[in-house]
Each structure stands twice: as C-alpha cells, then as structure tokens.
C-alpha cells in the first residue's frame, strides 16, 4: 500500500468520525470530535496493520476486536437514572460503534460502502429524532402518562 493510500484512509476515516462527533457535539453528548475522530482513525490503522497480509483468519479477528472492545467504550456513555425507566446516551453509544464500523471500512477502502453508511447515519441522525416525535404524538393513546 502506498503512503499517498494509507494516509486518505486514515484521513477519511478520522473524517468520518469527525462529522459523527460533530453531530454529537452539537447535541451536548459526552462523545464528540475528538472521540469519534480518533476511533475512526484506530479502527482503520488496525484494519490496515493487517490487511496486505492475506490472512483472511487475522482481518477477521482484528475486526471482532475492534467492534467487541469498542463496545466497552460505548458503554461509557450509557447512563441510566436510578428512578426513571429512561436510559441516555444510547444514540452517542451506536455512533461510537458506527464510526469503528465506517474506520474499518476505510481501513479495507471500500469506499462506496463508507459514504452510503454515513449517508444513511446522518439520515437517521437528523431525520430520526423529530420523526420519533412526530409519530409519538400522533400514536400515542389518550391513557398513556
């Protein structure tokens, strides 16, 4: 791999990560610009570290450690008050998780699949919270507190 390819993998991928915490930044959440920039750029250099092996069995398991170990750092985020049946910070936690999932895809440069996948999260991102509200007002029954 060529140094002009690795670092617009790891560029995009820190990109990538950016605009996701951007978004999350925005929205007052714990995870921003800095996390999500340096999970992109992580899951994609160790995707990379391996990748021109040719050894099918290593990429898998890099991958299933990044995604499982990115999980613990998600979880960081999540917090739950004691008397609400509310639980926060779940959206932030998936971003964390999606942008480990888009770093590796550019670490693999599949780069079709990392703009439709960001194309599709930003959708629901900004899309999926006033149409949660939209549908909770219009469904929901008169009995419900």
């Known amino acids: 791999m060529s140094l002009v ?6 560029c995009a991928a820190m990109l990538a990560g950016v605009a996701l915490g951007l978004n999350r ?7 921003g610009v800095r996390t999500l920039g340096i999970v992109g750029v992580g899951s994609a250099l160790a995707v990379m570290a391996v990748a021109d092996s040719h050894d099918v069995t290593a990429v898998s398991r890099i991958i299933q450690g990044i995604l499982t170990g990115i999980g613990f750092l998600g979880a960081g985020v999540i917090i739950r008050n004691s008397g609400d049946l ?8 998936a971003c964390t998780w999606l942008t480990a999932c888009i770093g590796v895809t550019c670490g693999a440069g ?31 029954r008169p009995d419900d507190d």
Not at 25 to 31: E, F, S, V
Not at 115 to 122: D, E, K, N, Q
Request: net charge positive.
């Open 5 to 10: 390819e690795i670092l617009v993998r790891l």
């Open 25 to 31: 930044d925005l929205h007052g959440k714990p995870t």
């Open 110 to 140: 599949e780069w079709r699949m990392v703009l439709l996948g960001l194309v599709l999260a930003f959708l629901v991102l900004i899309l999926g919270g006033p149409l949660e509200r939209a549908l909770h007002a219009r469904l929901r």
């Open 86 to 93: 509310q639980i926060h910070g779940l959206t932030t936690a």
